[in-house]
Structure formats: C-alpha cells, structure tokens
C-alpha cells in the first residue's frame, strides 16, 4: 500500500538521519512504507486517509452499529435491508443516527482528533428508527473510512492542467512537497514516490481507492498529514533498523568508543509501542 506516515525530507533532514543526496531515497521510502504498514498492524487500523467505499455490516438489535474508523456519512450512505431479500431498500435520514464518539472531529488538527467507530440511534430524531435490527449482513454503509482527515494546503499550485493519467507533473513553488507525501487534489489521491529537477514530481495516481481524475492548475493542492505521535513511531523505528544495517542487522552492537555492548530487542522499540499505545484499537466492526 503506497502510503508512508513521514516523508524523506523529514528523514532526511540534520535533525534526523542526516543524510545527503539521493543515493537512498528509494531504499528510505520503502522503508517508511513498510514500517508504516507494520505500526497499522500493530495498531490494529490504518492513519492514510481513505476515499468513500461501501461495507456491509450486522446489527445485533441495539441502539447503535459498531463500525470500523470512519470520518463520514455522506448523504444517503446508511441504508438497510428490511425484509432481509438482499436489497437495501430502506435509507436512513442523517437526523435518524449519531457518530460515536460525539466529540471525535476526526478532520480537526485540534486536540486529540479520532475517528467515529459506531453509529448510533438518534433518540431525539422524529423518524421511524429506534433499533439497528439483529440480522446478518442486513446495514449497508457507504463513507470515508479512516482514522482522520486533515489536509494541509500547499505553497502554490500545478504549473499546468495534467490529466487523468501522466504521472510528472510541475508545481509552481520548489521543495513545498517531499517523496513519500500523498497529496489530494479536488477528490483524488496521488503518492509522491520521486522529485526531479526544480518542482517537477512523480506520483502514483489515484491511491486509496480515489479515481484518476483531470486538474486544472488553479486545483487547490493539499498533503495529507497524520498524528504526530504516529509519525514520530515510524522514524524511531526506520532510524533503529537503518543504523543496524551497518552490522547485517546482528542483534547485538559493539561500540569500540565506550567499549559498550548495544543489544537491540526484537520487534518494535519500545518508545514505539508507548507512542503508540493511546492509538491501538480494540473494537469489532
């Protein structure tokens, strides 16, 4: 999956790895995406930022739906089957349920931002519903999966209009956008994997389940961003293994300097696992 939570210039960067040039750049944003993928395993959800899909879920004749992260329900997004005949027939209005978490506000960068993971009956709605009814496979939801959705707009714009598939493309401002980054412009998703010279970038098109798409060079450009503590695990670890490959990743390091011996335990470090403890997900949808 093309998406890393830090990007190479961060990596990179005096106060990081430290390192110059672009001998590694492929190598350190394989790395950033696999270390990623890991921390999602570990959390048990994924940070990237998701476009609209459908799910199918099972109500269990309560007042509310457990639900994997969600960001939102656009318009008729929740819909149910009635008479259980495999067509989802009945749409719920939006003032019939409530996201769950009530003060989630999962595309604020305010405050501890989370995702919505259940919906519930909305008791002060003057609708017909008052239960999601116990039956399998019978809720269907169409939203935008994910932990969070924050955006950050970009210095500039495209230099020009691209369409649905070139995969170079030229910003009108230099160094605003790193390898490793995904950018969204209007509705689609694309992932920096290479920089050329000046502002040129080369992206992987449509990522997340956006659709390629034509942008004029007036298209609002944004990077998507993730909570800092999740960043921070992901260049902790990446740092951790890209010192050890300078023994073949033996598990234990002589430092001929202090006449130390640094062993490095299996798995994620152990900074990781509390940077990321508060993001581990124990629910069921």
Known sequence: MPNAYVSLTTIKASAGLDIS???????LRELSENISRELDRFCGRYFYYSQAETREFSGRGKAFLLVPDLIAIPGSGLREDTNLDGTFETVWASADFLYSPYNAAPTTTLGFAQPYTRLEVNERSDGTQDVFLKAQRNYQVTGTWGYSRVLIDVAGNLSASIDSTVTTMTMTAAGTVSIGETLVIDSEQMYVTGT??????????????????THTATANVQIVTYPGPVREAVFIQLARLWKRRDSGFASQVGMPETGQLLVFTRGLDVDVKSLLSPYVYYGAG
């Open 196 to 213: 050329g010279a000046g502002s040129d970038l080369t992206v992987e098109r449509a990522v997340n389940g956006s659709t390629g798409a």
């Open 21 to 27: 040039g672009t001998l590694y750049d492929t190598r």
